[in-house]
């Protein structure tokens, strides 16, 4: 039986091709255990029966960055000239991760490259280089210092975000050089910058937490309070999922 302890949080490792190892920056597991989450690292295995079994354990997903890209055939597409590299143990084992969370309805946060492919997993699209398919577009790729705010967004009045800062527009870092295009199932964009690129996505179904960011609140927790309040927010979604499941368990023991 699962006791009401610090919820276990999940979070996809990233894949190295060139040494063939699994990684992940430290900053994802920091902020999860800042705001009273236990980060557990699922490797890119992408065998159903392993990921069901890691699920098992957990309260909630973060979905992380990749210094990959989706593959476009996920989406119907060819590659463009400039898509990335393609990784396709991480982009493999993230959905099955997705087809495991979704019938668990449990919390998800999905960090750039990972709300990208949520969005595909959702059956929507990309935008594969934004520089060359979006001219007009404010520059995305701030390069160094990371935790600089570069640009901003503008939220969605009912939005989570818009709730969390009290506000109609934030300040962003900005990391990335493909962005959402067509959104999917079940998923509404609540956030956008001045270019008109999507910046957030939440479920339109309200049993269930679910918040995809294209900046990096993972780097800017320690003294950004937006960041703060995504993860404590996400940690506290998972807290309550582990309780839910708790007295699920609880009511079918006494139930024999």
């Not at 900053?27 to 999860?32: I, Q």
């Not at 997903?61 to 393609?86: C, I, K, M, T």
């Not at 950004?224 to 807290?239: C, G, P, T, W």
Request: glycine share 6%; with cysteine.
């Amino acid at each position: 039986m699962r006791n009401n302890s610090r919820p276990v949080i999940g979070i996809t490792m990233r894949h190295e091709l060139s040494s063939d190892r699994f990684y992940l920056g430290r900053d994802y597991s920091e902020a999860v255990e800042a705001f009273g989450g236990v980060p557990l690292h699922i490797a890119l295995i992408p065998e159903r029966e392993y990921i069901a079994h890691v699920m098992e354990r957990l309260d909630g997903v973060l979905l992380p960055g990749s210094a990959s890209d989706v593959d476009p055939s996920s989406y119907g597409r060819e590659p463009h000239p400039r898509l990335g590299e393609v990784h396709p143990l991480k982009d493999e084992t993230d959905r099955l991760v997705l087809e495991e969370l979704e019938k668990r309805r449990m919390p998800l946060l999905a960090i750039c490259f990972g709300m990208q492919a949520l969005n595909v997993a959702r059956g929507g699209t990309l935008m594969q280089d934004i520089n060359s398919e979006l001219p007009q577009a404010i520059k995305h790729e701030q390069g160094a210092p990371r935790t600089r705010h570069s640009h901003r967004v503008r939220l969605l009045a009912e939005s989570l975000l818009s709730q969390l800062v009290k506000s109609e527009s934030v300040n962003v870092n900005s990391h990335h050089h493909q962005a959402i295009d067509v959104v999917g199932e079940n998923l509404r964009a609540t956030s956008w910058a001045a270019d008109g690129l999507i910046e957030t996505v939440e479920d339109t179904r309200e049993d269930r937490f679910l918040l995809g960011v294209q900046w990096h609140p993972e780097i800017a927790w320690r003294d950004d309070k937006l960041s703060e309040s995504i993860f404590s927010n996400f940690v506290e979604a998972a807290r309550k999922y582990r309780e839910s499941a708790s007295e699920k368990t609880k009511e079918n023991v006494y139930a024999l």
